[in-house]
């Protein structure tokens, strides 16, 4: 989606085709009031108002006159409107009405971002459906959203020849060129000398055009309470020498969503105002292999002073992700949050639809899930369980990256190995600093299906947002 694409319309812009939302205990009443050729149309194509189904109904010219959508029994999920974008021809469209109990902002939102197409290599640039905004719905606003999530998935789509370290650094600058931010960049062996040696060691075996780099982009009041989002940003992992095989290589120019998440979540928190010191800091590496490339039983030392023996350099985001929280730290943040796509123990636990986050602060988990829940954007909450830190335990470093295998909880251990990293409010409340949460996006959809293709997804950062502009609601 080009930013000159606004799939949401603030008011009709010429003669709109009617979308009639009908659940199945009204289909057929609702029905029996329509005209002959409709009833008869419907019952040809078995539309009986179950959920998700679209049924386009032609006029006597043959184009689309009116579009029945089914919502089901009980509460309506706002992704319904999602997959009603994707079913639809192109076209501009208007609710009739809103189903009980439906946010017009998110049914108007969930529609933009399922108008969503990657074709920068296709160029094929076909015209998508549009929807007039329902009433009480700022058009501008549900625009802004969708286009952020939008690059963010352009962002994971995009191949690594096209996405690497210096696309995401450019990326960030036009960032924070819209919206009057400072970006800062750390680059090459100069990590070395500003104290990111995780992140160095990690990707210093690329090529130099490829040099990792730590981007961090600052914006807001300092006096207001600091927002610090952390995404990972590995922008291929060929696994290291412990190397990946090719079927685990395959997707790994999406090893940089994390990165692709923060960057969209900080600009629409600058898009809409929140009330906060906005830092986003995002390590950039390519985990290449080369000469140089860091080897298993290598100890590394981190910004926060710790040391890391290196058992699997396929574990590496943790390590670039421990720099850039300690950073976090130094800051004094009211609220960390950081984003990756960081094991493949995630996906066993919860899928690919499902994102699994951590915390400490239970206060912190209800208000995210609270928000999942009001935006069909579904995040679980899982335990940051003690038992298992000693797994991290190395004999000869502070800590190991890869967990022994008795711990078996692979997503959990890597959040145990982060939090000794990141921000802690019951360990430094005497400091101002506020709790911190990581999420184990996956990024990518393996599925596809109407207003969900398959490939990159944004998730759990809607969910995020709504409860960011409630925590700080001025």
Same mark, same amino acid.
């Given at each position: 989606?080009?930013?000159?694409?606004?799939?949401?319309?603030?008011?009709?812009?010429?003669?709109?085709?009617?979308?009639?939302?009908?659940?199945?205990?009204?289909?057929?009443?609702?029905?029996? =009031?329509?005209?002959?050729?409709?009833?008869?149309?419907?019952?040809?194509?078995?539309?009986?108002?179950?959920?998700?189904?679209?049924?386009?109904?032609?006029?006597?010219?043959?184009?689309?006159?009116?579009?029945?959508?089914?919502?089901?029994?009980?509460?309506?999920?706002?992704?319904?409107?999602?997959?009603?974008?994707?079913?639809?021809?192109?076209?501009?469209?208007?609710?009739?009405?809103?189903?009980?109990?439906?946010?017009?902002?998110?049914?108007?939102?969930?529609? $933009?971002?399922?108008?969503?197409?990657?074709?920068?290599?296709?160029?094929?640039?076909?015209?998508?459906? !549009?929807?007039?905004?329902?009433?009480?719905?700022?058009?501008?606003?549900?625009?802004?959203?969708?286009?952020?999530?939008?690059?963010?998935?352009?962002?994971?789509?995009?191949?690594?020849?096209?996405?690497?370290?210096?696309?995401?650094?450019?990326?960030?600058?036009?960032?924070?060129?819209?919206?009057?931010?400072?970006?800062?960049?750390? !680059?090459?062996?100069?990590?070395?000398?500003?104290?990111?040696?995780?992140?160095?060691?990690?990707?210093?075996?690329?090529?130099?055009?490829?040099?990792? !780099?730590?981007?961090?982009?600052?914006?807001?009041?300092?006096?207001?309470?600091?927002?610090?989002?952390?995404?990972?940003?590995?922008?291929?992992?060929?696994?290291?020498?412990?190397?990946?095989?090719?079927?685990?290589?395959?997707?790994?120019?999406?090893?940089?969503?994390? $990165?692709?998440?923060?960057?969209?979540?900080? =600009?629409?928190?600058?898009?809409?105002?929140?009330?906060?010191?906005?830092?986003?800091?995002?390590?950039?590496?390519?985990?290449?292999?080369?000469?140089?490339?860091?080897?298993?039983?290598?100890?590394?030392?981190?910004?926060?002073?710790?040391?890391?023996?290196?058992?699997?350099?396929?574990?590496?985001? =943790?390590?670039?992700?421990?720099?850039?929280?300690?950073?976090?730290?130094?800051?004094?943040?009211?609220?960390?949050?950081?984003?990756?796509?960081?094991?493949?123990?995630? !996906?066993?636990?919860?899928?690919?639809?499902?994102?699994?986050?951590?915390?400490?602060?239970?206060?912190? $988990?209800?208000?995210?899930?609270?928000?999942?829940?009001?935006?069909?954007?579904?995040?679980? =909450?899982?335990?940051?369980?003690?038992?298992?830190?000693?797994?991290?335990?190395?004999?000869?470093?502070?800590?190991?990256?890869?967990?022994?295998?008795?711990?078996?909880?692979?997503?959990?251990?890597?959040?145990?190995?982060?939090?000794?990293?990141?921000?802690?409010?019951?360990?430094?409340?005497?400091?101002?600093?506020?709790?911190?949460?990581?999420?184990?996006?996956?990024?990518?959809?393996?599925?596809?299906?109407?207003?969900?293709?398959?490939?990159?997804?944004?998730?759990?950062?809607?969910?995020?947002?709504?409860?960011?502009?409630?925590?700080?609601?001025?």
């Amino acid at each position: 989606m080009s930013e000159a694409t606004h799939p949401i319309l603030s008011q009709a812009e010429g003669q709109t085709i009617p979308v009639h939302p009908v659940a199945a205990s009204e289909a057929e009443a609702f029905l029996a =009031r329509k005209r002959g050729p409709v009833r008869t149309f419907a019952s040809a194509n078995g539309f009986a108002g179950k959920a998700g189904q679209v049924l386009a109904v032609p006029g006597a010219s043959g184009a689309v006159e009116q579009v029945l959508l089914g919502t089901g029994g009980g509460r309506v999920d706002p992704s319904l409107f999602r997959t009603l974008a994707g079913k639809l021809p192109a076209g501009d469209y208007a609710l009739s009405r809103l189903p009980k109990g439906v946010d017009p902002e998110q049914a108007a939102l969930a529609f $933009a971002l399922g108008t969503y197409r990657f074709d920068r290599y296709k160029k094929r640039g076909e015209p998508i459906a !549009r929807l007039v905004a329902p009433k009480g719905v700022d058009a501008a606003a549900v625009t802004a959203m969708a286009h952020a999530c939008a690059l963010a998935r352009d962002m994971v789509n995009t191949p690594a020849n096209d996405m690497g370290p210096l696309q995401i650094e450019t990326i960030a600058g036009e960032i924070a060129e819209k919206y009057g931010a400072t970006l800062s960049v750390v !680059r090459g062996d100069d990590l070395l000398k500003e104290n990111y040696p995780a992140v160095h060691a990690v990707g210093r075996a690329a090529v130099e055009v490829r040099a990792p !780099r730590m981007i961090e982009v600052t914006w807001g009041d300092p006096a207001h309470p600091v927002l610090a989002l952390v995404g990972k940003g590995v922008v291929f992992d060929t696994g290291g020498l412990d190397i990946k095989p090719s079927a685990g290589m395959r997707l790994m120019k999406k090893d940089m969503g994390g $990165a692709a998440h923060a960057l969209a979540l900080g =600009r629409m928190v600058m898009e809409a105002g929140l009330p906060v010191r906005l830092v986003i800091l995002t390590p950039v590496v390519e985990n290449a292999i080369a000469g140089d490339a860091m080897r298993p039983g290598d100890v590394l030392q981190t910004r926060a002073g710790l040391t890391v023996e290196v058992g699997n350099t396929d574990a590496e985001g =943790r390590l670039i992700l421990a720099d850039a929280l300690t950073r976090a730290a130094e800051l004094k943040p009211a609220l960390t949050l950081d984003f990756a796509t960081l094991t493949g123990a995630a !996906r066993i636990a919860m899928g690919p639809f499902v994102i699994p986050f951590w915390t400490a602060d239970d206060a912190l $988990a209800g208000q995210i899930e609270a928000a999942s829940r009001a935006v069909a954007d579904p995040v679980w =909450r899982l335990p940051l369980t003690e038992a298992y830190a000693e797994a991290l335990d190395s004999d000869i470093a502070d800590l190991k990256n890869d967990p022994d295998g008795w711990a078996q909880a692979g997503a959990t251990t890597a959040a145990l190995f982060l939090q000794r990293f990141a921000p802690q409010a019951a360990k430094d409340a005497g400091e101002g600093i506020g709790p911190w949460a990581h999420f184990d996006v996956f990024a990518w959809n393996p599925k596809g299906r109407p207003g969900y293709p398959v490939g990159a997804e944004v998730q759990a950062i809607r969910a995020v947002f709504a409860m960011l502009k409630a925590r700080f609601a001025r």
